[in-house]
Each structure stands twice: as C-alpha cells, then as structure tokens.
C-alpha cells in the first residue's frame, strides 16, 4: 500500500515525499486508517516498523486540516533519546504543514527547564516528553492541556519497566477524558493490558510482534544451577577471542553489579548497565561498550530496546527472561545488519518451564549443549517442572515477581498485522 492510498493533505504528501518515503510499512498500514478514524488503537510494535511515522502521519494531518488549535497531541516517551527522535521525525513530516513540536526532557542545565517552561507556556501543536520532566512542568501549573485531542504512550512497556505508571496517570489525569488515546508497545505484558483498560476506550487492536529471532543467530542453551552459573560464564569466555563484544542479560536487577565484579575479578573488561544510572552514565557507559573499550555489558531488559549497536557477538541470557518476547528481542541485539551472531541463554532448573514458552514461541527447540568438565552436572531439561512462586528479585528489580494476570478480554481484536500468525498466550 502506498501512501498516496490515503486522503492525506498535500502538505502532508509534500513532507513524505521530501523524506523519501512511499510504500506503507505493516503497521503503518494498519494503524493509519484506524487513527484518522479517530479510534483509540493498542499496537504492539517495535522500533524499526515504522510505528513513529504510523501516528506522526495521521496526527498532522489533523493538525494540517484543522488549524492550530493549542496544544494538539501530547506523546509520552522513556528516554531522552526517543523524544529527541520522534521530535526530529516531526521537524521532517511537518516541514509543509507548519505544525511546531516540542520536545520537554530531563537532563541538561536548568536553563534548559527554563527554556521549556516559556515553551510550555507559548505551547506548540505538538509535545513530545519524559514523563518525568513533564510532570515537574506541570506541578507548577503554567501549561495548559485542555486542548489536548490526541496522548500517544510510545514504548509503553519500557515505561512501566522503568516505573513510570503513576506519573504517566499523574499526567492523564490533567488532559481532557475526551480524547484520543494510542498506546505503542513492543512487548505486551499484562500489565500494559491493564494500563490499556484504563485509559484506553473501545481501542483496535494491532499486532505486529517480531516474534521470530533472525535466521543467522546460532541459538544454544546449557543446563546449570544458579551456583555453576559464573563458573560456567568464566568457561565459555575465557580465551575466546571472537567475542569481541558480549552483552549479558539478566532478569534481576540485582545481579547486575555482582556478575560485573565477578567478570572483573576474572580479568576481563565489563561494566553494568542499569535503569538506574543518570543519563550522563548511562551514555558513558554505552559509548565505551560501542568503541569496544568494555568487552562484555551486562544490562536488564529494561536496557535492551534502547541499545543500538550492530556488532555484538554475542548475547547470553545469564537467566531466562520471564515473557517470551523479551528473549527474541534480548537475542535480537546481535546478528544485526546481516552478520551473523551467537545466543547462549543459561536455563537453571527453576526457569525450565519458562524457556519452553520460548520454544514454542519461535516453533523450535534450542540444542541444549553438556556442561563444560569441571562444572559439574547440571539439571536435567524437563520443561513440565514449573518455576517456584518465590519472588525472582530482591531488589525490586525489573520483572521480579511479577505474576501473570489473565488477559483483559475487552479488547477488539484486529490482529490482522501479524504475520508469524502467531497468537500469545492469553489471547
Ligand atoms: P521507527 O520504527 O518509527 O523507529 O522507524 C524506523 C525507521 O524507518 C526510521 O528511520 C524511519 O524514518 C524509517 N521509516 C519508517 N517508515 C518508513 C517508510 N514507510 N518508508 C521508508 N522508511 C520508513
């Protein structure tokens, strides 16, 4: 489908053509009609769809057709780097159509927040945010939402992973009840079905899952007991030099600092990547693992979507992530751009249940290789034992002791964009 298939303004037409763009991606084509509509919409999509341009395209042609009417959509984002982003996609669509945008993060001098707040105050078509900042803006009560159409929540799942929910309803709870609300998510955990119910009315439903892993990762998984799991970790790296760059994931927040001292102890090079680092960390951190200074990062889900790098060799899940996505979009990091990489998740007998979630949901099974001699012996796979309802985290970590509710049933399904047909449980 091509862009010119909707009733879009010319002034929109002129900005997708002076960016190059001409044939809808997926949930583009999807997600369009039913936000010109005027229809709240739930879409699960990650970044690299095309899901920014999916609600960007349909909310200035509003804004083209209308007029400036104030403060015209509001859209929420984690991190300082999507605002900065989405709001350069803004400055190109909206090139012909004149619509101004905002972007409001935290970080920076205070002149910064100063300079935000009189741009609050003047107001903009658009303004795309951190909800945190945000939220100290609007504390002090200059802006006005009251003439907000349309909140677009992207990377939702990432924001409640980052604890963001009750600013993010802090905020709603200053717009208007007459609204549109869409809500972009890569994965689609019962918590953001929850959120969705909330605040969502009557939405559609799309389903772009990327639930598949590339072809070229070269997928493996060793049995072990969390006390082998270093010792095993020391094996496979040691004198390896393919492994230039390595990112070790986990589940537990509270892993995070201990497997990085270990590391070190054994002499290699490695830092941590956690949601709790400033942003200048943050930033510090990622750029050394980039210039390949740091060999191995070891870093929580909730890092995962925001690291944009193509050459890790290779990624081991040092646990087994808890919703099935979170592993392809773990593996994901590597055998980008065409390469080819190497996925190594290590399954304790406490996570056997879980990892088969994953076999099913990419429809194969993953070769489970022996222990290295000298480890020991490791559980046996037996995927029918489920997980222990202790609490995964002791330090309020990521997904720690989340429990899976059952799905809402409320939703209407338009589950026509997914072309793995594949269905999540719970669905
Ligand atoms: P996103 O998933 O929104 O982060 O988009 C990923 C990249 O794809 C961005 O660089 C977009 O500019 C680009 N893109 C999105 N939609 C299209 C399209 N229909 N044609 C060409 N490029 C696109």
């Known amino acids: 489908m091509n862009f010119s298939d909707f009733d879009f303004t010319h002034d929109v037409m002129d900005g997708l053509s002076s960016m190059g763009f001409e044939k809808c991606t997926p949930v583009q084509e999807f997600a369009i009609p039913v936000i010109l509509e005027g229809k709240d919409l739930i879409a699960c999509a990650q970044t690299g769809t095309g899901k920014t341009a999916a609600y960007l395209l349909p909310i200035l042609n509003n804004i083209s057709r209308e007029g400036h009417t104030g403060m015209h959509t509001l859209i929420i984002a984690p991190t300082r780097e999507l605002v900065l982003q989405i709001d350069q996609q803004i400055e190109g669509f909206s090139y012909f159509t004149g619509a101004s945008s905002l972007a409001v993060y935290g970080g920076g001098v205070g002149a910064a927040f100063d300079q935000q707040k009189s741009a609050l105050v003047q107001g903009a078509d658009i303004i795309v945010a951190t909800p945190g900042r945000l939220l100290s803006h609007i504390n002090m009560k200059y802006s006005d939402f009251s003439t907000i159409q349309t909140l677009i929540l992207d990377e939702a799942d990432r924001m409640l992973d980052m604890g963001f929910f009750d600013d993010i309803m802090r905020i709603i709870g200053e717009l208007p009840g007459e609204r549109q609300t869409l809500l972009f998510s890569a994965t689609m955990p019962p918590k953001i079905r929850q959120m969705a119910g909330m605040i969502l009315k009557n939405p559609e439903q799309i389903n772009i899952a990327i639930s598949k892993p590339a072809e070229n990762i070269i997928q493996a998984a060793y049995m072990v007991y969390e006390g082998q799991k270093v010792q095993l970790v020391r094996e496979l790296l040691k004198g390896k030099t393919d492994y230039k760059s390595v990112l070790i994931f986990t589940s537990r927040k509270a892993n995070v600092n201990g497997l990085v001292r270990e590391l070190r102890r054994m002499g290699f090079s490695a830092d941590g990547m956690l949601s709790d680092l400033e942003q200048k960390e943050r930033e510090e951190v990622m750029l050394r693992f980039r210039n390949r200074e ?14 944009d790098i193509d050459s890790i060799d290779l990624v081991m899940n040092y646990d087994v992530p808890r919703d099935p996505e979170d ?50 012996i490791g559980p046996e796979y037996n995927p029918s034992i489920r997980r222990k309802m202790a609490p995964r985290s002791s330090g309020g970590g990521a997904r720690g002791g989340e429990r899976r509710a059952p799905a809402k049933k409320d939703f209407r399904h338009r589950d026509r964009g997914n072309h793995q047909g594949h269905k999540k449980a719970g669905e």
């Open 294 to 307: 740091t060999q191995i990062l070891v870093a929580t889900d909730i890092v995962s979507r925001g690291i």
């Open 327 to 376: 592993y392809v979009h773990r593996i994901g990091r590597t055998a980008r751009a065409s390469q080819s990489g190497v996925a190594i998740t290590l399954i304790s007998d406490n996570d056997m249940h879980d990892f088969r979630k994953i076999e099913e949901l990419i429809e194969r099974d993953i070769i489970k290789i022996p222990l290295p001699s000298g480890i020991g």
